[in-house]
């Protein structure tokens, strides 16, 4: 397929309906079911090979990701500041789809799920105990560091890797109008410049589709696996009733219904809402939080941890303790760096799709911009206040991460404030909401890519999203009853590594692109200054 340049589409796609593509929605499920199946009956051969690849690529490709991740942060920037910025995601005259909070509550709801308010609490005392480099544990300097880290695995490079993923995608989509939502549709121009051949193209697109669809089963999947644990612990903690098994699967059939309910009804109807009543309540919640709590200490460590980032930042994103290895790089940095690449396609594919009409700079900068400022926020309450528990006494919040896990911790600090009963409510509304959106996202991105002939305005067939959305619980369920999550997580990351040249792909393919539909625009004149009557020339 190719593109006839901006504002133009494809004669061969006009008029054509959208429709199921076979070619990638069978063998998605088929490669879905495949990996729940080798869970439940080879889980030790599962997590033996899991463990291996793992250990392997952090060991052996560490420094490829750290130096993927800071190059990521630097191209956004670019785009952002650069020559290209100004360029309209859509044609002269149409205005954003979606008004700004919707489209902030969108982005910020799907991109960081669950993840966050289970580990805004505890991640940071976990830095306490193992804290960076060769800082002595549970030491003022472990709190300061350990607050401060937090937010570096949470802030700039992740949001930077989903703006990078995302501006290609609202570019084919808008600028280009071509019809797939797909990131091998967005690498196709790099493809095309090194003269590959029509059928090797076709070949290396399907992997492409394939490998973003494994990794984007396996995070959502696993985002499922871990928010239905700390659902269950507020919801038994709420009810005073015993966590079990069956209690997760009732929360999770609950969730079910949620998230396939807002999947069916679409973006407008579903996600949307569902993301600005998380965002409203992630507010309430955290001022909350601020005011009750040790207010002077959080603003106090907040000021501090940002100073810290600012001076340190270079330092931390190439860090990988190649002498002592002690452990904290591979264990956190380079988790969280491959957990983010493997997000970024499927952020990027949701992103771009709700992004029409705004420019390059707004949507880079809204992406790195309101996501960090979102995820800092958590942390730097949400964790400031778990800190100040721990060194004033008034709870043991590391004792219990060792005896009794995240989750449950959790909840046990929620319950140090002020209302905790009401508090308890707020937070589990929260978690169901936040993994819905997340999941409905992935649902939704799923559901594109296995669908041909969709304009950039148009939506997947609604019993599409919806399988999508069914085969997600269920994989869910699988993890829960085999307790494979471990497993996932590994998984997860291994797909890291081959979506990397993904990532590169897309970011050549978008250079030339600007450079081909818009460089005669936006060339740079070169001023001199003439000697003898000190006038400027060209």
Not at 25 to 45: G, K, M, Q, V
Not at 111 to 137: D, K, Q, R, S
Not at 394 to 403: D, M, Q, T
Not at 475 to 502: K, W
Request: glycine letters at 8%; aromatic letters at 14%; hydrophobic letters at 50%.
């Amino acid at each position: 397929m190719t593109s006839e340049g901006p504002g133009k589409q494809n004669s061969v796609d006009k008029g054509i309906s959208p429709s199921i593509d076979t070619h990638i929605f069978i063998p998605a499920i088929l490669i879905s079911c495949a990996a729940i199946t080798f869970l439940l009956f080879d889980r030790e051969n599962a997590a033996r090979l899991s463990s291996v690849m793992i250990d392997y690529i952090t060991a052996d490709w560490g420094w490829l990701f750290v130096l993927a991740g800071f190059s990521g942060f630097i191209f956004a920037l670019w785009l952002g500041f650069g020559r290209y910025g100004h360029v309209k995601l859509g044609q002269e005259g149409e205005k954003p789809e979606f008004s700004g909070i919707s489209w902030v509550a969108m982005m910020f709801s799907a991109g960081i799920g669950i993840g966050l308010v289970n580990w805004a609490f505890v991640e940071p005392i976990y830095y306490m105990a193992t804290p960076p480099l060769g800082i002595e544990p549970h030491t003022a300097a472990s709190a300061e560091w350990g607050h401060m880290y937090a937010q570096f695995h949470w802030s700039f490079v992740p949001w930077a890797l989903y703006a990078l993923a995302s501006v290609p995608i609202a570019y084919i989509l808008y600028v280009k109008q071509i019809p797939y939502m797909r990131m091998s549709t967005a690498c196709e121009k790099a493809l095309t410049v090194k003269n590959v051949k029509p059928a090797a193209r076709n070949f290396i697109s399907k992997i492409i589709d394939t490998l973003v669809i494994l990794g984007m089963v396996g995070g959502a999947s696993t985002s499922l696996g871990l928010g239905v644990p700390l659902v269950s612990a507020f919801t038994t903690n709420l009810f005073n009733i015993p966590s079990s098994f069956l209690t997760e699967m009732a929360v999770l059939a609950f969730w079910t219904l949620i998230f396939g309910f807002s999947v069916y009804k679409g973006l407008n109807k579903g996600i949307q809402i569902l993301s600005d009543v998380n965002i409203g309540l992630s507010v309430v919640i955290l001022l909350f939080v601020l005011i009750t709590g040790p207010t002077v200490f959080i603003l106090s460590m907040s000021a501090n941890s940002l100073g810290l980032m600012l001076s340190n930042f270079p330092r931390m994103s190439f860090w990988l303790d190649p002498i002592k290895h002690g452990g904290f790089p591979n264990t956190w940095t380079l988790f969280y760096w491959a957990w983010w690449i493997t997000y970024a396609p499927t952020m990027g594919l949701f992103f771009g799709r709700i992004s029409k009409g705004r420019t390059i700079r707004e949507l880079v900068f809204g992406v790195i911009g309101w996501g960090s400022l979102g995820c800092i926020s958590f942390i730097t309450i949400c964790g400031g206040y778990a800190i100040d528990l721990e060194v004033s006494g008034a709870l043991n919040v590391s004792e219990r991460l060792i005896s009794q896990g995240g989750p449950a911790t959790v909840v046990d600090i929620v319950n140090t404030l002020p209302f905790n009963g009401l508090i308890s409510v707020l937070f589990t509304l929260l978690c169901f909401v936040f993994l819905a959106t997340t999941v409905d996202s992935a649902a939704y991105v799923l559901a594109s890519i296995s669908t041909k002939n969709l304009k950039g305005t148009e939506q997947p067939a609604a019993y599409n999203r919806l399988t999508w959305a069914l085969v997600l619980a269920f994989i869910a369920v699988g993890l829960l009853y085999v307790e494979g999550l471990t497993i996932v997580q590994s998984s997860t990351i291994v797909t890291a590594l081959p979506l990397l040249p993904i990532l590169f792909l897309v970011s050549y393919s978008l250079k030339l692109s600007l450079k081909e539909d818009f460089g005669h625009q936006v060339k740079p004149e070169i001023l001199t200054l003439d000697k003898d009557n000190n006038e400027e020339t060209e």
